[in-house]
């Protein structure tokens, strides 16, 4: 079955960087899309970053973008968020999910920028 699990997360200063892991098995990574989702607090899911199976192509939300870079290593089944120039807005648990739209989370990470 689908197993999704995030690491890296934690607590950080503003202008802070950290790098979000996430193990994948279950599923032919190299074939698949990947996503990071994040759930700041009272708010509902937004989309972070996307990339494709073979790491060409990238995806991100405004929000994010020029500061956070997804990338993949299909080796090791593994997708990583880098996270730099944090700022308090940025305070949410992060989410792995398979595919564009995704039908598999992980159990997600706590970032939190204080």
């Known amino acids: 079955h689908v197993q999704l699990v995030e690491s890296g997360g934690g607590l950080v200063q503003p202008g802070g960087s950290l790098r979000l892991s996430c193990s994948a098995s279950?599923?032919?990574?190299?074939?698949?899309?990947m996503s990071w989702i994040r759930q700041a607090p009272g708010k509902g899911l937004e989309f972070v970053a996307s990339?494709?199976?073979?790491?060409?192509?990238?995806y991100y939300a405004d929000s994010v973008k020029g500061r956070f870079t997804i990338s993949r290593d299909n080796a090791k089944n593994t997708v990583y968020l880098q996270l730099n120039g944090l700022n308090t807005e940025d305070t949410a648990i992060y989410y792995c999910?398979?595919?564009?739209?995704?039908?598999?989370w992980g159990q997600g990470t706590q970032v939190t920028v204080s």
């Open positions: 999910a398979d595919g564009y739209t995704p039908t598999h």
């Open positions: 990339i494709s199976g073979n790491g060409r192509i990238t």
């Open positions: 279950g599923f032919t990574f190299n074939n698949a899309a």
